[in-house]
């Protein structure tokens, strides 16, 4: 893959930069300071995504905040896969595997500790847009874990569907690549809201341009139809090195698949 050229570098700074400066003012606020903090913020998000702005803010702030100071001093370069989601992706890149495992392809990762597709949806555009990739994959797992805090499947796909748009609107000629909710051994009790959860994903891919879906679920499953414990860590809910080898082995064919076919669509200039 070519290295980045230095217009494509010099282009990805202004992005990020003029809407971290933006938001800055408001999001450095607290609701102590002024009550009206949370219904500003929200006012810049479609409605579907307001109620989940004020607790998205409170607990993962800080943290996109590190992921936007790691996005600015690393290289850019279009060539990459941007992978955004939970912890399934931080882990994997503090690993130190997440380079080899996804060989050929080089990876940037944006993922965070306990993310659901609701608050991620009004991290979109601080995390996605400023970013320049090949391809976009997410992976979220926490929306469903069989919790009074679980989402419906409504508001994961209002909240998916915001994600979609804020990429497309950036980088339109990318793919998007929706990873399907893995069944893990210590949410399987919630098994049929996760099936529910993971079909709504996938009809998401088929009714949106330029977006695809990877199943994984009965990868992860034992001839029982039981989730694989020697696939998992000791939490029974993050893959273990196995469980790594197995997921990118099936990330890389779906994008080897996704890329070739874009390739194949898109109108030659």
Known sequence: MNAPSQPANRMRFPFAW???????????????????????IASQFPKSIAPWVDAAIKKWDQ????????????????????MVGSSSIRLWEESGNIGRD??????????????????????????IRP????????FVGNDVAGSSDDRSVEQVSDALRHIIRVAQEARPESPILII????????YAARDA????????????IEMPHVYFLPTWEHFLSP????????????????NEAGYQLWSHLIRDR???????????TPKK
């Open 18 to 40: 003029i809407f971290v400066l933006m938001m800055s003012p408001v999001l450095a606020q607290s609701p102590q300071q002024s009550p009206n903090v949370t219904t500003e």
């Open 63 to 82: 943290d996109i905040r590190k992921l936007e100071a790691k996005a600015i001093q690393e290289a850019d370069s279009p060539d990459n896969i941007l």
């Open 102 to 127: 996804m060989a050929p392809f080089r990876v940037t990762a944006r993922g965070y500790g306990g993310a659901k597709y609701t608050d991620l949806a009004v991290f979109a555009e601080r995390l």
């Open 131 to 138: 970013e320049a990739y090949r391809a976009l994959v997410l």
């Open 180 to 187: 399907e909710v893995t069944a893990t051994p210590s949410r």
């Open 194 to 205: 996760l099936i529910a959860l993971n079909a709504m994903l996938r009809r998401t891919a």
């Open 224 to 239: 029982a139809g039981k989730p694989r414990e020697t696939l998992f860590r000791a939490d029974r809910l993050h893959l």
């Open 255 to 265: 994008l080897t698949a996704v890329l070739r076919l874009e390739s194949e669509t």
